[in-house]
């Protein structure tokens, strides 16, 4: 039950600052006890997940971005041996058939599809954070 106590991090990785805000306005809404760190491309994120003390519980991941993919920041991740444990969730746009394929082929612990509601958003993200919440792992 100590995990609890302490906020629960995550990292956001979208290059759309209106997804940024969404899910700031959901936590706030939620009156979740996290701590989200957002990153504009994938690189970024790989720099500083290199030198934290401590990885974050779960990471948010956007597939279409400009500078380094979704996926390819998936495969780099489920490579490194201080991340491959920490789940990767999708959320994305694209509901391609394809892509959620490759994505949980690389090691995604989950995939969601960006709903255009912002209730249905809501909803999804409580979803995502409830589960992850009670979920032990390594």
């Known amino acids: 039950d100590n995990l609890m106590k302490k906020p629960f991090k995550v ?3 979208d290059d759309d600052s209106i997804e940024v805000l ?3 306005r959901v936590i706030k809404t939620l009156e979740l006890d996290c701590d989200l760190i957002h990153f504009s491309n994938g690189e970024d994120a790989i720099d500083q997940l290199k030198n934290a003390a401590n ?4 990471i948010l991941l956007d597939l279409n971005m400009a ?10 991740a489920k490579q490194d041996s201080s991340l491959k444990n920490t789940p990767i969730i999708v959320l994305t746009t694209s509901n391609n058939q394809k ?3 490759e994505c949980y082929a690389h ?9 255009l509601k912002y ?6 993200i409580s979803v995502i954070f409830q ?8």
Do not use: C, M, Q
């Open 11 to 13: 990292y956001l990785i």
């Open 22 to 24: 969404k899910l700031e």
């Open 55 to 58: 990885t974050p519980r779960i």
């Open 67 to 76: 500078k380094f993919s979704g996926l390819d920041f998936l495969k780099f």
């Open 99 to 101: 892509d959620v394929g």
């Open 107 to 115: 090691g995604a612990a989950g995939y969601f599809v960006k709903p």
């Open 119 to 124: 209730e249905d958003y809501l909803d999804r």
């Open 131 to 138: 589960y992850w919440s009670v979920n032990e792992f390594a």
